[in-house]
């Protein structure tokens, strides 16, 4: 199905179904425990042996030897795999590095070997007695540093390196306020519950991996080109995860590694990566050092807006696009952005939820507050105020669909904003300095192609199956939502399979674009498959009615199953895109508010209410959705207070790799939390009306949380996470 | 994991003999340290006496008026328990500052105590670090060393011990009592139990091999009003970046010790004397010989700034 024009009414504007707040489908399951994820998956195959990988000692260089005696003859040890005995391995069109290193090391805990034996405690033993002579490199770990020998990429994605439209200096140079400042982010980590795992099993050339990964196609492309095999030849399933957040949006080395690890071994062999690698081994959001610029009238009118971003990679990496929002979010026709990239020997840089806006609205949405206060005008006003309901860098496209007023309005009135003091420090409650701040969200919403199968059998059951991956979001959900509704029958009649690339070929996770574009999907094979139905049936398809297990028309009414009476009816289509997305601008808005308390003594912040309403199409499941815009507030937190991957530079990587040592959010950080969504549908968008949500709700988190520190403190810290040592020398003591 | 023996100890006196007897022998109690320790071969021994089945998990008023805590006692439980909440909340309070519910259910008053330090580079076994390996050198000089010590500290390390509990008993002058392998027992003062680092940081505590510790005894009451403030980035389940432990009577005189600042709680006494001169005049001698890092220099306002909340929320 192409989706080419806006979308009128369809059976998914019924709402029978969809928009409900329905449990996810597969809850008990995961709160039993029976959910099989994939290191668990003990019922696939028999006589599986245990892989341990050895991550690199060193940030840059060479190995120069290794001695595998002792390893080897450690008790149960059936295998060791290194890049010397591995066999030719290619690179996937996704990796920067390869996900086996040796002898030229990439970056700190690239794999370079892992060691099959009968258990995992043999494994991990035997493991600890590889030795490894290693060559030291002079490696680059300073993005600071590198700053000044950044080039000009040219990114794969989020658009080109440099934007211009006007005369962004000289418009700048002359306006009566401006605002000049620098920002850094920090490298950061998805962190997510479950590491990266897999069980792997050849029968004779044919590969199956049991895994834990977002992108089932891209995982499996890349799979078969590492291995240099035939696609077809690899299968992946990933019907559970437990998290990824970007991290699982590719084939990494926990797949590579179970799969070579079982070929070597002759046996089914399962890995997961051990947590300390899962910070080096893997792909991380990079650090971002960018300077913003606003030039504005005295009316807060925005006149000049640039924003200048340096991230660092591998020289096979992508820079981090944190400019992309500047190009959207508010008017002005004097505009600049510009991405430059450092060449790093940090591990990869890659996406993690936002990629892009994320990083880049914690600097902007910290620059408009600034903003604000020079002017002397609120901030909530001042967003307003800049607000535009076309594309500014061509004016001729409109966006979709866009509430931001309304965001920040709404969020205004429910969470009191009116009782901010703009005047820094001015409100106590005993110890705790008192402060309020906003951020608006944004995020594009991003269309690709999703495909689905749909199965009716004489029972009734209508079966779902797509290579679609549910990573905690709820995609089993409203995928049988959406196959309930088209087809008329309860949810309990939808049985819904996932993740598996056997199936067809689904957008994948990531991107916030799963929700919409996946049910899009399963509403274009479910429209083939009411077509089918009704010639099977002789019904009209155009006038047959689909409703409570039934399909009528006219005076007649006939049993939905018995349209598969005499065998499974299966129909498969996919969701494709036209032009709407050029001709139109289609983003995801929000707004954050957030009130913090900071300690006068110690100057602990501790955030106190959180508010986000969003407006982000039509809203498929409101649980769910609610579920993952809390869920991105808490990972915001995280991101304005203390998630940090600190680098050493000396010896290039990233030192605080274990859940003790980077932090994240705990309950005890999360008090009170509110979101509300408005109403929308976006006919532009998809049949569904959906949009993206899930990554929407971390786009202004931090910097929301920054602006109330600042309104509590007076203190504008610049450089995340605001950690209490960065207002302590400013902080009056009481 | 290197592979180890294992037995269960019968008696105190027994594990002590079996420990000095047994090379590379570890007392394991709750385990929540040294489990993680050993999987990450920071700690390899190739004995393991267990001493939970030992009758050391009892909470007993002693003849002199205080409390004698078994070492077995679980840190939640000893964070419960009446006597404590009543005379010694200034302990009750650092506990639960501490770790996790579930960390707590498991760890042990003794395991606390000996503990090891939380510094990123000691669990990095690629990495240069005295403690672990002596005479490699310390990276967290030079390298990240946002959480570590600013006093007490040496050219072969800067770590901290990461202990809540210790810093309330030091303000407590708690007493430890071991068992020794010939199964003489001893009394050592809290003071005297962890050694600054100097030149062989690997070695962390006065005891001697196969010395078991049996009993944590307090003295008798000493009243005033107790709290412990734990400074930290995450509101909870994080290391203190600083901590507070402080007794403070009707008179203005008190006591006073530090987590997070050094290799063992921080405590001078004599730092104590200068209290009626206020906050700074006690954390100049406290602080008297600091060194601290460009990470870790915001722990000496830090500390001085958690002290003075303190000592002004306890005299209100």
């Known amino acids: 199905m192409r989706f080419e024009h806006p ?12 928009g409900h707040p329905t449990n996810r489908i597969e809850g008990p399951l995961k709160t039993t425990g029976t959910a099989p994820y994939a290191y668990e998956r003990h019922d696939v195959v028999a006589n599986q042996a245990y892989g341990y990988v050895v991550g690199s000692a060193i940030g840059k260089g060479r190995i120069g030897s290794i001695d595998l005696e002792a390893a080897k003859a450690a008790p149960g040890v059936l295998a060791i795999v290194t890049a010397d005995n591995a066999g030719k391995l290619g690179k996937g069109e996704r990796n920067a590095a390869p996900l086996l290193g040796g002898p030229e090391i990439a970056h700190y805990h690239q794999a370079v070997a892992v060691v099959v034996a009968g258990t995992f405690e043999q494994a991990r033993a035997a493991a600890q007695l590889i030795r490894i002579d290693y060559a030291k490199g002079d490696g680059k770990f300073d993005l600071a540093a590198e700053r000044d020998n950044a080039s000009t990429p040219d990114p794969k994605i989020g658009g080109p390196a440099d934007t211009a439209v006007g005369d962004f200096a000289a418009v700048f140079a002359a306006a009566p306020v401006q605002l000049d400042a620098t920002y850094t982010t920090p490298d950061q980590c998805h962190a997510m519950m479950e590491p990266h795992a897999s069980t792997a099993a050849w029968d004779g050339d044919k590969l199956t991996v049991w895994t834990s990964n977002q992108m089932i196609a891209w995982g499996a492309e890349d799979m078969a080109k590492t291995l240099g095999i035939p696609k077809e030849n690899v299968r992946l399933v990933s019907p559970y995860i437990g998290g990824g957040f970007g991290g699982k949006l590719f084939l990494r080395a926990d797949v590579l590694l179970a799969a070579l690890g079982a070929r070597a071994a002759g046996r089914p062999v399962k890995v997961a990566l051990q947590r300390p690698l899962m910070f080096n081994n893997t792909t991380h959001r990079p650090a971002t050092i960018q300077r913003i610029r606003i030039g504005a ?34 008017a002005g026709a004097n505009r600049m952005t510009a991405t430059r ?21 914690m600097a902007l949405e910290i620059a408009i507050d600034e903003l604000a206060d020079r002017l002397g005008i609120d901030p909530v006003a001042l967003r307003i105020t800049n607000d535009t309901q076309v594309d500014p860098e061509h004016p001729e496209r409109h966006f979709s669909q866009r509430q931001l007023v309304q965001c920040l309005s709404d969020g205004a009135a429910r969470f009191g904003w009116d009782r901010r003091n703009p005047k820094p420090g001015q409100l106590r409650d005993g110890r705790w300095l008192l402060g309020m701040g906003v951020a608006a969200a944004f995020r594009n919403n991003l269309l690709t192609k999703s495909a689905a199968r749909v199965r009716l059998d004489q029972l009734g059951t209508v079966t779902v199956e797509t290579d679609m991956t549910d990573i905690g979001t709820g995609s089993y959900t409203i995928i049988a939502q959406t196959a309930a509704e088209m087809m008329g029958v309860p949810l309990e009649k939808v049985a819904v399979r996932l993740g598996d690339s056997d199936f067809p070929v689904s957008c994948g996770s990531g991107g916030q674009w799963g929700g919409n574009n996946s049910t899009a999907g399963v509403y274009a094979a479910c429209t083939k498959l009411r077509e089918t139905i009704a010639q099977k049936l002789g019904f009209n398809s155009e006038q047959a009615v689909f409703a409570d297990g039934t399909v009528s028309s006219g005076n007649r009414s006939v049993p939905l199953a018995h349209a598969a009476g005499d065998g499974d009816l299966v129909a498969e289509d996919a969701i494709e895109y036209g032009d709407l997305a050029k001709t139109y601008q ?8 957030v009130e913090v308390g900071v300690d006068a003594d110690t100057a602990e912040i501790r955030v106190r209410r959180m508010l986000a309403v969003c407006a982000a199409g039509r809203i498929l499941n409101p649980k769910a959705a609610r579920s993952q815009v809390i869920g991105a507030m808490t990972m915001g937190v995280g991101a304005a207070l203390m998630e940090d991957l600190v680098v050493d530079k000396r010896h290039g990587l990233f030192v605080n790799h274990d859940l003790a040592g980077y932090e994240v959010p705990v309950h005890a950080d999360i008090p009170h939390q509110d979101m509300v969504f ?46 209490l040592d960065k207002l302590l020398d400013t902080l009056e003591i009481d | 994991m290197r592979s180890f023996s294992y037995e269960r100890a019968t008696s105190p006196g027994a594990a002590a003999a079996a420990a000095a007897g047994t090379a590379n022998a570890k007392f394991i109690a709750g385990g929540t340290n040294l489990l993680d320790l050993m999987k990450l071969e920071i700690e390899t021994p190739a004995h393991l006496i267990d001493v939970n089945g030992l009758a050391l998990d009892r909470i007993e008023e002693t003849a002199e008026g205080g409390l004698r805590i078994g070492a077995l006692v679980r840190n939640t439980d000893l964070a419960a328990d009446a006597r404590v909440r009543r005379d010694y909340g200034v302990l009750s309070r650092a506990l639960l500052a501490g770790a996790s519910g579930q960390l707590r259910n498991k760890a042990t008053t003794a395991g606390n105590l000996l503990q090891r330090t939380r510094c990123p580079y000691f669990y990095d076994t690629n990495l240069p670090c005295n403690k672990r390996k002596p005479g490699s050198g310390c990276a967290a000089i030079g390298g990240f060393s946002r959480q570590h010590a600013v006093v007490g500290a040496s050219e072969a390390c800067i770590a901290t011990h990461p ?4 810093v309330a008993m030091r303000a407590l002058d708690a007493v430890i009592e071991t068992v020794r392998p010939d199964g003489g027992t001893r009394s050592i003062p809290i003071a005297d139990l962890h050694r600054l680092p100097g030149d062989n940081p690997e070695i962390e505590t006065v005891l001697q091999p196969g010395e078991l510790i049996t009993a944590v005894a307090l003295p008798k009451p000493v009243g005033g009003t107790q709290a412990y403030r734990k400074v930290r980035d995450r509101a909870s389940y994080a290391f203190a970046l600083v901590s507070v432990a402080a007794i403070v009577q009707p ?8 987590g997070g600042v050094a290799h063992k709680p921080w405590r001078i006494e004599a730092a104590e004397a200068e209290l009626p001169r206020g906050v700074k005049a006690v954390a100049a001698r406290l602080f008297a010989d600091a060194k601290s890092t460009r990470d870790n220099a915001y722990k ?3 500390a001085e700034r958690t002290l003075a909340a303190v000592l002004r929320e306890a005299r209100t």
């Open chain 1, 678 to 723: 408005l109403d929308e549908t976006d006919p532009i968008s998809s049949p569904m009306k959906a949009k993206g949500v899930a990554e929407l709700g971390i786009c202004g988190v931090a910097a929301a949380v920054a602006n109330a520190v600042h309104n509590a403190t007076g203190v504008r810290v610049r450089e995340y996470p605001i950690t």
């Open chain 2, 163 to 166: 202990s809540d509990m210790a």
């Open chain 1, 341 to 361: 990239l450092a060449a790093l020997d940090l591990p990869e840089g890659n996406a993690m939820r936002a990629p892009g806006e994320a990083s880049g609205m």
């Open chain 2, 251 to 258: 008179d203005g005189t008190g006591r006073v010790a530090l």
């Open chain 2, 300 to 302: 000496l306002p830090l």
């Open chain 1, 7 to 18: 979308a009128t009414f369809n059976p998914i504007d019924q709402l029978k179904v969809i």
């Open chain 1, 586 to 593: 289609q983003s995801t808005f929000g707004a954050h508010f």
């Open chain 1, 297 to 330: 009238e005295r009316d807060g009118r925005i006149t000049a807006i640039g924003h200048e971003s340096w991230s660092g990679n591998l020289s096979e990496g992508e820079p981090d696009m944190a400019v992309s929002q500047t190009r959207l979010l508010y």
